[in-house]
């Protein structure tokens, strides 16, 4: 339901961008966003952003990150800069997803992309 791409390999300094699409029989689509997950860390939220567009981001990334969200075309994306060595991680999309069929409200987690941050 949930397909992210855009991780790989960057210097500190530099610049990426995630991106993640919905996929399926979906009527709509609330929160949405990307959480990180380091070897023997445990996961934590980057940033969020509503059906709306109200964003939130954590204390480690904000003013270097920002996401952005188009419900036309069922995307969040992740646009990282500034990037340092402590942000190598593997990132996780995460949404929200209506059902069309059921009407039922459901999470769903992407497979998980790697972002390697070198000093």
């Known amino acids: 339901q949930l397909q992210a791409s855009g991780g790989g390999l960057v210097q500190a300094g530099g610049s990426l961008r995630l991106s993640c699409a919905a996929s399926?029989?979906?009527?709509?689509?609330?929160?949405m966003g990307w959480y990180r997950q380091a070897p023997g860390e445990q996961r934590e939220m980057v940033a969020r952003?509503?059906?709306?567009?109200?964003?939130h981001y954590g204390d480690s990334v904000k003013g270097r990150f920002i996401i952005y969200r188009d419900n036309a075309k069922k995307t969040v994306a992740l646009q990282m800069n500034s990037l340092k060595p402590e942000d190598t991680s593997v990132y996780y999309c995460?949404?929200?997803?209506?059902?069309?069929?059921?009407?039922?409200?459901?999470?769903?987690w992407g497979q998980g992309t790697q972002v390697t941050v070198s000093s």
């Open positions: 952003i509503t059906s709306v567009g109200v964003t």
């Open positions: 399926g029989s979906i009527a709509n689509i609330g929160l």
């Open positions: 995460h949404a929200f997803l209506q059902a069309s069929d059921n009407r039922r409200w459901s999470d769903y």
